[in-house]
């Protein structure tokens, strides 16, 4: 089993900037893909954001590209999204997730945090 413990979300201005924080504890070794999927009320689950291990290899999808980056520190077992030029419609439940060979849709999806909030005001 693996538990995922997420942090960093809150409220912020439109233009503003947070960082997600995602930190993975139990059976490592049965992760490979780790990522980000947010859901907005009313809205079905999306994979925004993947990164799989050995060279980087990162997906995101088009709304976030150029905006937000993902990472990963494998020694401290923590999977982070640094969020920029945050807009209103970023604002969603933020969920961290783990998977096998992929983790970008939620049938992929292998484990789930527990959600954390980010609000985008105008």
């Known amino acids: 089993q693996v538990q995922l413990v997420e942090s960093g979300g809150g409220s912020v201005q439109a233009g503003g900037s947070l960082r997600l924080s995602c930190a993975a504890f139990?059976?490592?070794?049965?992760?490979?893909?780790m990522g980000w999927f947010r859901q907005a009320p009313g809205k079905e689950r999306e994979g925004i954001a993947a990164?799989?291990?050995?060279?980087?290899?990162?997906y995101y999808v088009d709304s976030v590209k150029g905006r937000f980056t993902i990472s990963r520190d494998y020694a401290k077992n923590t999977l982070y999204l640094q969020m920029n030029s945050l807009k209103p419609e970023d604002t969603a439940m933020y969920y961290c997730?783990?998977?096998?060979?992929?983790?970008?849709?939620?049938?992929?999806?292998?484990?789930w945090g527990q959600g954390t909030q980010v609000t985008v005001s105008s």
């Open positions: 139990g059976s490592i070794n049965s992760i490979y893909c």
């Open positions: 990164i799989w291990p050995g060279g980087g290899n990162t």
């Open positions: 997730a783990a998977g096998g060979p992929g983790c970008t849709v939620v049938a992929e999806v292998n484990y």
